[in-house]
């Protein structure tokens, strides 16, 4: 039964998932790497970016502007999470911070709700771009877009972290945050950077995936605690330690989905996850020295 | 230097804390009698959130283990106690030590692979544990009742008859929840408890120097493991016959989080934190039933989740080592934190 | 004296010897080859440059590192490849450069953490608080407070150890050390950071452990005190060790003064 | 009055607390331009607070701090690292997750500009040169660093922000006495260029020949000051 | 708020109106709560008002069952209905029969059907009468002998598989596959190349989220030509609007929906085209759009308890004594005409559907075409 195709298909089923639980995962890899904070409510920023670019779309604004707005509302929302509730109480330990932003979670989806609706919404492919016929598999003509935006994340982040001085700022205030005063960072400043970025990015990604997974009120927290797993079992100190996580999450899902015995696969593609957390107690990617 | 010396002995001997303890259990005792049926149900929930977080607050306010996966022991003590008590017809309450023994020893053996794991990452597998447990239990429908549920699960006994259900649950879960507490206390004053404290990462432990003064990391980082799944096992399993009816909704990453909540909430330097945690959750919950309704009308969901993000942001923020620490600000002499 | 001689002599009251032990951190050799001999009751000093490997040599001996080579002998067992828990079971301590508080407890429940290697209470005995594990807290708190009364803290035994200055977490950092009851103690630069007078009564206090029997191994960059009071002196560059002898041998070695020391003109090679 | 008269860092009668603890009661004190001076005395006196209290980590209850006939002590560290204060942490606070090079090129966060680029660079190998480890070990985790590396590349990381003003806590401790030579010298030399410098010493006699006055300070207040050999011959 | 003096007859709603099943919930409350004003508004049953009161489940059983706990203790509601996914109504079973308050459970699947106990009443729809509508019509008017399930894992996909592999051989079928999705899945490609590359020669696809619509869209992007039926969730607007292209192209898809969508093309001489025709104008009128199955669903199960209310003519001020009249009431239920079906009740069937009203439906042009009836 098995074809080349299918498995195929599988693969590229497991490179769309995998791009976007990474991209998901690099907008936690960006606060995370900056304040120390797991941000839970990185999933809403998505969630935001998806409603918002189709409110404004459905309305009648082209995609461009429609997204544009929605990433700079985004990034206001983040900008509004920092600093109405995660400046206030900096000092708190991470699990405390760690609950606040998940509190946030809570009411933007209930925000959310009140303003739109339960109704699950979609877009267009972008332009159009065509389904692609690849050896008997099929490549949604959205998937590119995913592939691309994840990529040019991932890329634009490893050089802004790794090459530049104001990216090494960015680390060095999760690394010793006291530290990083020390030499005239402003932590609070960053800190801020880091939310923006992060919501932008996370918006950006939200608008991207929903030709492909549509958009809902909801979508949030399942998107986090996939983005959560990928950012984790890759090593969420290092941008391509994320994109490794998420791959191997979106292929181990798509392909237990596609060979394991139907409705254990769930089981299955969790427990190759785990066996990978096992077998790297540090992750698939580390910085050293630090844990 | 006499002062220092008694008040050390007042820590160490629960003196501290056996008044508290004393009425604590007194007001809880009574409060059937002066509560209305629905309080009596309110505080059931109250007493088995309790003592799920209690085992995470030793988890992961003393040993600092990060665990989003207190539901899996939560629904191993429940579905084992639900199948075996309906499959085989055994005692509940045998059952119920037999699952937490079951619940203690798959933590040992996870644990064991836990505990080679670095910080964050803990919290990652425990998480994708969570979700395999849920995906397990849906699978393996002949045995679980799968996502449908698995209905039917008796009563618990007492003697040869089963009392009215609520008011007898509400006195196994306080009972057990209380001792357990002591238990807790007992622990946290202790060796153990300073051993716990020891290898906490997430606050001011250091593992190189715990082991250096002697204490078995991996030993104790498992044992606590074991500790939070029992409790988590043994709430599960009351649960189950509490409510007679169980579907893997109930024990998926949403209990988890929950319960971590709770525990922040409530405060995770002592065991107390536990009960304070889980007492506000619910009543918040409870009171925004009660007052949603009044103010916005209709569908008060939507109101009702604003709400309760909007209070747990404004806890934390004016909390931020949860309730508890309103008790340790009253003690102005101590300086400690 | 012999060179057998001498090593039968040592062996019998030796109550750590290294012999010829090597690590290295990915590529780079922190400890080479090193070896010497720890007689009981001794006060013994490594000294030597930034990055010698000093540290990493004591993390050798507790066990918190796995030696490449070479072997460690504690009170007549071979110890490198046991659990540091259960070295410091054998008696052994230290104090660690960064002293290391827990700051999750106060000032005396982090030196009550430090009787845990000499009382055995289990998780269950603990938690149900049977007699026996009542009657052992007892006898920890009344050490604690001895120790911390000991180094002059006991005024501040609930204190949280971040509120204390930095000289005082040192202070509390020993009492913990000695709550322990070890006979052989590691200190890692226990005078950094001391006035001086406080430099005198640490000398006082470590002469007086050692005339109760306690072997002290010490790192230390304060060197003339240490050549004070120390028996025998070890020094290590570049992860060897260069010079092995009492402080007057030490003193006279020309490559410890060139390398370390410093006595002459300003430009030593440093690595 | 001329620009020399005036002392390039003067505290002015600062009170100072964490928490309840009274760290800081009633210091005064003042550095000129182009000097050593010396903070002496017993462990929790209030050395480190009076140090923190100058470059913005300890809020100042009362009383002023000038820097350079500034006041500076309602800003924040960040902003006083750009107008030409260091400061270095009896903790180090380096960076422990990135490498060597990367913690002393952040030393130079705060200095921008292409003409800086170069004095950057010189500056880099004024600190090799002090510490030669640190161009050996340029690529080395700072996490793994053994505590007098440490020492030595938070002094490096300070120095590179080019500081008209350095405060360092204790940069003695944990360094070979062959280097504790070295940075004196070091220190000594910077001034010889003028950078000022204001650090905490346990021991008298390592800076008799370096620091040209010292303050000994006791619970908080400064009781002597004069001379580091006056001191000594006190003592 | 506690039992009030002045007498109204209280029901008791948990609906999800936050969590994975809002999608159920909160139209189900819409079709409820029209109804319930429709009553007041005609001076309520035999004068005395109907007053809902309703709570969130929040889409957690424990929180399910809370609710009910205090619909029944503090509010001292007569009924209480819910409208949840299966797992959730099912843990409400034993509070209803401890509590001994009737409990109108509106899940989708059969499988809990004999599992009622005395107080609980399930007057929906049990897939086993109406899965051999769609099975029919790919047998009969297709020809098609081998089928592929596409199956949500949920109590309600679970139904679905169980009554399929129970009725398909009645109607002439073979399940060759069987494929299972999570309700949050965004990509099913894999379950769809198998199914693929199977001998199946249609898919049903059973689901009760947006997953089920993406498995549409996504089998005819990869160019899977079979025949698809599904479950009614995928004919909810949202999804037929935004899958128009998708959902349109041959051979198209067949969904289960409720006559009430599908009036205006039932037969005249259709019973219950009046009914549905009502109901259709009212809402439009209210709602400003058509009710869909879980608005219909909702609508009809404070239609079930007002009958009930009306024949047991409770106390409101007697619970105990009301709440087992009310219960009485419900197991005589006899040939109640609803949108899904037609109900007679009886002390050993809670289930009681006796008539199925659902319908095939296709699309074309952006409309819903009406396929098949039960006839
Ligand atoms: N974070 C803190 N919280 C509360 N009190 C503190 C804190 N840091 C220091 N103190 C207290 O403030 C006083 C002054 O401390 P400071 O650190 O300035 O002492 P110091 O002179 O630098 O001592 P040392 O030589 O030991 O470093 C001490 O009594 C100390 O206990
Ligand atoms: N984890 C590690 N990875 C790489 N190199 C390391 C690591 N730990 C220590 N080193 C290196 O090993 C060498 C020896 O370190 P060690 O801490 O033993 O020195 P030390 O003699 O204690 O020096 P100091 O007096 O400065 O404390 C140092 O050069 C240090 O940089
Ligand atoms: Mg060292
Ligand atoms: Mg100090």
């Not at chain 4, 060597?100 to 800086?116: C, F, M």
């Amino acid at each position: 039964m098995l074809d080349l195709s299918a498995i195929l298909q599988f693969f590229i089923s497991g490179v769309n998932l995998g791009c976007i639980y990474a991209a998901i995962g690099l907008g936690l890899f960006v606060v995370y790497g900056v304040t120390g904070v797991l941000n839970l409510a990185q999933g809403e920023f998505v969630m935001l970016g998806g409603m918002l670019t189709v409110a404004f779309y459905t309305a009648g604004t082209a995609l461009v502007p429609s997204l544009l707005m929605a990433v700079i509302i985004a990034a206001l929302v983040g900008a509004m999470l920092y600093r109405l509730i995660i400046y206030p109480a900096r000092n708190s330990s991470g699990s405390t911070l760690v609950f606040l932003t998940l509190g946030f979670a809570f009411a933007t989806e209930g925000i959310a709700l009140s303003v739109w609706g339960w109704e699950f919404k979609s877009l267009p492919s972008f332009w159009g771009s065509p389904n692609i016929q690849l050896w008997g598999a099929t490549i949604f003509g959205q998937t590119p877009w995913v592939v691309g935006t994840t990529l040019l994340l991932v890329i634009g982040l490893f050089f802004f972290f790794g090459h530049t001085i104001h990216g090494k700022a960015l680390r060095a205030c999760a690394d010793e945050p006291l530290g990083a005063r020390t030499v005239g960072i402003s932590t609070d400043q960053m800190a801020l950077f880091s939310f923006v970025l992060a919501a932008s990015l996370g918006a950006v990604v939200g608008a991207v995936i929903t030709p492909l997974t549509m958009t809902g009120y909801g979508v949030g927290m399942p998107l986090t605690i996939k983005g959560l797993l990928a950012a984790l079992v890759g090593g969420i100190n290092r941008a391509e330690g994320v994109i490794l996580g998420g791959m191997a999450l979106g292929m181990a899902e798509a392909i237990s989905a596609g060979l394991m015995p139907s409705g254990y696969h769930g089981v299955i593609a969790l427990g190759i996850l785990i066996v990978v957390f096992l077998s790297r107690p540090r992750g698939l990617l580390v910085a050293p020295g630090k844990v | 230097m006499r002062t220092v010396k008694e008040k050390i002995r007042a820590l160490l001997s629960g003196r501290e804390h056996r008044m508290v303890l004393a009425l604590f259990a007194v007001v809880l005792m009574t409060v059937p009698l002066v509560a209305g049926p629905y309080g009596v149900i309110v505080m059931v929930d109250v007493g088995l959130y309790s003592i799920v977080t209690m085992g995470l607050i030793l988890l992961m306010g003393f040993a600092g283990q990060i665990s989003l996966g207190q539901g899996v022991f939560f629904g191993l003590g429940a579905y084992m106690s639900g199948i075996i008590t309906t499959r085989c017809g055994l005692s509940p309450w045998l059952v119920l030590l037999v699952a937490a023994v079951a619940a203690g020893a798959v933590a040992i053996v996870v644990g064991r692979a836990l505990v080679r794991l670095r910080g964050l990452i803990v919290a990652g597998v425990t998480l994708a544990l969570n979700l395999v447990f849920c995906s397990l239990v849906v699978s393996l429908r002949d045995l679980t009742g799968g996502a449908t549920g698995l209905p039917l699960i008796p009563r618990l006994p007492l003697g040869g008859f089963a009392p009215s259900n609520t008011l007898f649950s509400y006195y196994v879960v306080w009972i057990v929840a209380i001792l357990l507490l002591v238990f807790s206390l007992n622990l946290v004053n202790s060796r153990t408890g300073r051993a716990l404290k020891s290898v906490n990462l997430l606050a001011g432990g250091s593992e190189d120097t715990a082991q250096v003064l002697g204490v078995d990391i991996i030993r104790y980082k498992v044992q606590v493991f074991a500790v939070g799944a029992i409790y988590a096992s043994i709430a599960g399993s009351l649960y189950a016959h509490y409510t007679g009816c169980i579907e893997p909704g109930a024990f998926g990453v949403h209990f988890s989080v929950l319960v971590a909540i709770m525990a922040i909430i409530g405060g995770m330097t002592s065991p107390w934190g536990a009960f304070l945690g889980a007492g506000l959750i619910v009543s918040v919950n409870e009171a925004l039933r009660e007052v949603m309704p009044a103010v916005v009308g209709g569908s008060t969901g939507a109101y009702e989740l604003i709400a309760y993000g909007s209070i747990l942001v404004a806890t934390l923020l004016f909390l931020p080592q949860g309730l508890m620490s309103i008790w340790r600000r009253l003690q102005p002499q101590e300086r400690f934190r | 004296m012999s060179e057998k001689g001498k090593q039968r002599d040592t062996e019998e009251q030796a109550i750590l010897e290294i012999r010829d032990v090597s690590v290295a951190y990915d590529g780079l050799v922190a400890v080479n080859g090193v070896s010497f001999c720890v007689r009981r009751g001794d006060i013994i000093a490594i000294i030597g440059p930034n990055g010698a490997g000093k540290t990493t040599l004591l993390k050798l001996i507790t066990g918190l590192l796995r030696p490449s080579g070479g072997e460690i002998w504690l009170k007549q067992q071979r110890v490198d490849r046991v659990a540091p828990h259960r070295i410091a079971s054998l008696g052994v301590t230290q104090v660690f450069q960064d002293i290391q508080l827990f700051s999750n407890m106060s000032v005396v429940e982090n030196v009550m953490a430090g009787c845990h290697v000499w009382t055995g209470a289990s998780f269950l005995s603990t938690g149900l608080r049977l007699p026996h594990s009542r009657a052992e807290e007892r006898n920890i708190s009344d050490t604690a407070l001895r120790k911390l009364s000991l180094v002059g803290l006991g005024q501040k035994a609930f204190y949280s150890p971040s509120s204390l200055s930095w000289g005082e977490q040192k202070r509390v950092g020993l009492a913990r050390a000695l709550a322990a009851g070890a006979d052989l103690l590691l200190l890692d630069e226990p005078y950094g950071g001391l006035i001086a007078e406080e430099i005198g009564k640490l000398s006082q206090l470590l002469l007086e452990l050692q005339h109760r029997g306690i072997t002290i191994l010490m790192v230390e960059q304060l060197t003339d005190v240490v050549l004070d009071i120390a028996n025998q002196v070890v020094v290590l560059r570049y992860g060897e060790k260069i010079a092995d002898g009492t402080a007057a041998e030490i003193q006279g070695n020309e490559q410890v003064i060139a390398t370390y020391l410093g006595n002459g003109p300003l430009e030593g090679d440093e690595r | 009055m001329t620009q020399e008269n005036h002392a390039l860092l003067e505290m002015i009668d600062v009170y100072a607390n964490y928490g309840v603890v009274q760290a800081l009661r009633g210091i005064s004190l003042h550095v000129e331009q182009g000097e050593i001076a010396a903070l002496i005395g017993p462990h929790g006196s209030g050395k480190s607070a009076t140090l923190k209290a100058i470059c913005g980590l300890l809020p100042v209850a009362r009383g002023e701090i000038l820097f350079a006939q500034q006041l500076i002590h309602k800003d924040p560290m960040e902003k006083l690292v750009g107008r030409g204060i260091a400061y270095v942490d009896e903790r180090r606070l380096i960076f422990p997750s990135m490498s060597v090079i990367d913690n002393l090129v952040l030393g130079a966060y705060r200095r921008h500009g292409k003409e800086q680029k170069e004095k950057i660079e010189q500056d880099m190998q004024t600190v090799f040169e002090l510490f030669p480890i640190l161009e050996e070990r340029k690529k080395q985790t700072a996490g793994t660093f053994s505590g007098g590396e440490k020492q030595m590349l938070a002094i490096g990381r300070a120095f590179m922000s080019s500081p008209k003003l350095l405060l360092l806590d204790c940069p003695s401790l944990r360094l070979a006495p062959v280097l504790v030579r070295k940075v004196m010298r070091a220190i000594s030399e910077l001034r010889d260029q003028g950078v000022t410098t204001l650090l905490i010493e346990q021991n008298v006699r390592a800076i008799v020949n370096v620091a040209g006055r010292a303050y000994v300070m006791e619970e908080g207040k400064i009781v002597l000051e004069g001379h580091p050999r006056d001191l000594l011959a006190a003592q | 708020a506690g039992p009030a003096g002045e007498a109204s007859y209280k029901v008791g709603v948990i609906a999800s109106q936050t969590g994975p099943y809002s999608g159920l919930g909160l139209p189900a409350l819409e079709g409820m709560e029209l109804i319930a004003d429709g009553i007041n508004e005609n001076g309520g049953i035999d004068g005395i008002p109907l007053e809902l009161i309703v709570y969130d489940d929040k889409g957690s059983s424990t929180e399910t069952a809370l609710a009910a706990k205090r619909l029944i203790e503090v509010d001292g509601v007569l009924a209480f209905a819910c409208s949840t996914a299966t797992g959730l109504s099912h843990s409400l079973v034993p509070v209803a029969n401890d509590l001994r308050t009737p409990g109108i459970i509106m899940s989708g699947t059969g499988l809990i059907n004999d599992q009622l106990g005395e107080w609980c009443f399930k007057p929906i729809a049990s897939e086993d009468d109406y899965i051999p509508l769609p099975l029919g019509y790919l047998a009969d008017d297709q020809g098609v002998s081998k089928l592929a399930g596409l199956l949500e894992n949920s109590g309600y996909g679970e139904g679905g598989e169980f009554y399929l592999a129970k009725v398909a051989p009645d109607c002439g079928i073979a399940i060759v596959e069987t494929q299972h999705f999570d309700p949050a899945a965004s990509d099913l490609t894999p379950q769809l190349t198998n199914i693929k590359n199977s001998d199946a020669e249609a898919i049903f696809i059973w689901g009760s989220g947006p997953a089920g619509a993406l498995a549409v869209k996504q089998a005819r992007e990869m160019g899977i030509s079979l025949h698809i039926v599904t479950t009614p969730a995928q004919a909810s607007p949202s999804y037929v609007e935004s899958f128009q292209e998708y959902y349109e192209m041959a051979p198209s898809l067949v969904c289960l929906d409720s006559k009430l969508s599908m009036w205006r093309q039932l037969a005249d001489d259709d019973p219950d085209k009046a009914m549905c025709r009502e109901f259709d104008e009212l809402y439009i009128e209210i709602y400003g759009h058509s009710p869909s199955m879980w608005n219909a669903i909702g609508a009809q199960i404070i239609q079930f308890i007002a009958d009930g209310l009306e024949r047991a003519e409770p106390d409101p001020t007697k619970l105990e004594e009301a709440r087992g009249k009310v219960r009485d009431a419900f197991e005589s239920t006899t040939g109640l005409s609803l949108f899904m079906g037609t109900y007679t009740l009886s002390p050993t069937d809670h289930y009681g559907r006796v008539v199925p009203k659902e319908v095939l439906v296709t699309f074309k042009d952006g409309e819903k075409v009406l396929v098949k009836t039960f006839s």
